[in-house]
Nanobody, 119 residues
Framework: QVQLVESGGDLVQPGGSLRLSCGAS????????MGWYRQAPGKQRDVVAT???????MYANSVKGRFTISRDNGKKTVYLQMNSLKAEDTAVYYC?????????????WGQGTQVTVSS
């Protein structure tokens, strides 16, 4: 079992920056691929960025060059540094922990943290 708690969401002006954090409890954090997803009102939840157990990263095209995902296995925490924020980044941001398993992959979600980009 993995419990995830996000923090860092806030109201920020366009062009501003925020850093989201996701702390994990439970065992074997280092064995999980970690990710950030977001969901805007009336839209589906979409991937923002992921980071594998070996540190490889992937970003949605809409955030490439502006967002950076990182992880600290010792602190069992994953971060999302968001720069040059735009109004379209407004959403609830969710942390995800994923591990392949049989017969079903392990997937855990946090409760979400609100990011609002507005002047």
């Amino acid at each position: 079992q993995v419990q995830l708690v996000e923090s860092g969401g806030d109201l920020v002006q366009p062009g501003g920056s925020l850093r989201l954090s996701c702390g994990a409890s439970g065992s074997a954090f280092r064995l999980y691929r970690m990710g950030w997803y977001r969901q805007a009102p009336g839209k589906q939840r979409d991937v923002v960025a992921t980071i594998t157990t070996s540190g490889s990263t992937m970003y949605a095209n809409s955030v490439k060059g502006r967002f950076t995902i990182s992880r600290d296995n010792g602190k069992k925490t994953v971060y999302l540094q968001m720069n040059s924020l735009k109004a379209e980044d407004t959403a609830v941001y969710y942390c995800n922990a994923h591990k392949m398993a049989y017969p079903r992959d392990d997937d855990y979600w946090g409760q979400g943290t609100q990011v609002t980009v507005s002047s």
